[in-house]
């Protein structure tokens, strides 16, 4: 069972990051900015190939991924004055590479003292042979170019290639891309239960029953509706379980409707620790029953927009409270939490483990939608102060508010993540 929780967690969360910064890469493309690397993971790299400009790496530590696009930060490579670099041309005459060091192993490559260099908009270097200095000479670089240092080759990025050339709609697009790929994720797996399992139905219609529960030993079978509970009629499934939670260890009189007909019946809902909405553990009813599903081709569609918007709404009004201060921190889980809750749902089936990474990327979604920077959402930010200030925030400036909103993240995580451990551990 636990390499059985290992392998969900890892797939699970690994289609989460996948999705999400896929996104921010397709759009990155289409916009015609060059991605320079596609990770999952961070830290030392244990699998890449290079594919469409584009290096593809799985990295050691699985916390997380990114894409990486020219000119969101300073350029890795900056040629100046005085410096020796050896250049290797084309069939076009136009250097297609640039030896910063290590020329020794490049002997055919042509060596230059540099004067100036323009890989943004002319595309040329300028400068003279270390022997014949009266001479300048000027090559024009063509626009996929490599820089080779400590032999390993990356490409330039002429201006109309970098992040910041794009119009303000199309790095916005760019940015909103990855949370917008978690919400489609989170609708085609709801669209996947639905046409597996099927839809829940509106009334209080019982589905498979578990052996020696409550249900079982009151004599209810799957398929029974039950329309009243304590005399009091219901019609749907929370009004019937809403009474069942609140009732633990307690005789509850039942009136199910089987093929037609009425029968009575009595039940005992077991108790059950659970976590209330002020975070403090709770004694519910348990009777062992699930939901009733039914098959609807046009229903599955239908429950997978309205579970992702309810799903939605839940987590906009909880981030809500913990904003305002009605609950704690304590209740934020990070990846040990994650961990112990896929535990728990791996244990009850693969439907379950689905519905749980479609509210997990719900989730992802949302939160790198809040403006906070260094999120998706505080990036998004920043372009908007662009479009209404008229020019954008200087680079310099920004990226110090990104630095700290990191930081800040960093903590936060650290937070958490003890929180996790205290409530699994201590």
Known sequence: MYLTTVIAFILMFGLLVFIHEWGHMIFAKRAGMLVREFAIGFGPKIFSFVKNETL??????????????AGEDPEIIELKPGHHI?????????????????????????VIEVEHVDLDHELIIEGYEPDEEDEKLTFAV????????????????????????????????????????????????????GMVQGIPVDEAKLGEIKPDSPAAQAGLIENDVVIEVENQSVSTWEEFTSVVREKPGET??????????????????????????????????????????????LGTFIYGFEQTYELTRAILTNLGMLVTGQVSIEMLSGPVGIYDATDQVV????????????????????????PIPALDGGRLIFIVFEVI??????????????????????????????????????
Do not use: C
């Not at 593809?56 to 696009?69: D, E, F, M, Q, S």
């Open 56 to 69: 593809y790496t799985i990295r050691l530590i699985p916390a997380g991924g990114y894409v990486r696009v």
């Open 86 to 110: 050896g250049l290797e041309f084309g069939e076009d005459d136009k250097v297609n590479k640039i030896i910063v060091n290590n020329k020794s192993k490049h002997p055919h490559a042509r």
């Open 142 to 193: 063509d626009r996929k170019a490599f820089f080779i240092m400590d032999e390993t080759e990356t490409q330039i990025a002429p201006y109309d290639r970098q992040f910041a050339s794009k119009t303000p709609g199309q790095r916005a697009m760019q940015l909103f891309a990855g949370p917008m790929m978690n919400f489609v994720l989170a609708l085609v797996l709801f669209f996947i239960l």
């Open 252 to 297: 509850i009189d039942l009136v199910v409707l089987r093929d037609g007909e009425k029968q009575s019946t009595s039940i005992v809902p077991n108790e059950s620790e659970a976590i209330g909405p002020d975070g403090e553990p709770v004694t519910i009813g348990q009777v062992g029953v699930v939901r009733g599903f039914e098959k609807s081709f």
């Open 347 to 370: 244990q009850t089936g693969l439907m379950n483990v689905i519905m749980l990474t479609a509210m997990l990327s719900i989730n992802l979604g949302i939160v790198n939608l809040v």
């Open 389 to 426: 200030r008229g020019k954008p925030i200087p680079p310099e400036k920004e990226g110090i508010f990104h630095f700290i909103g990191f930081a800040l993240l960093m903590l936060l995580m650290i937070v958490v993540t003890w929180n996790d451990i205290q409530r699994l551990f201590l």
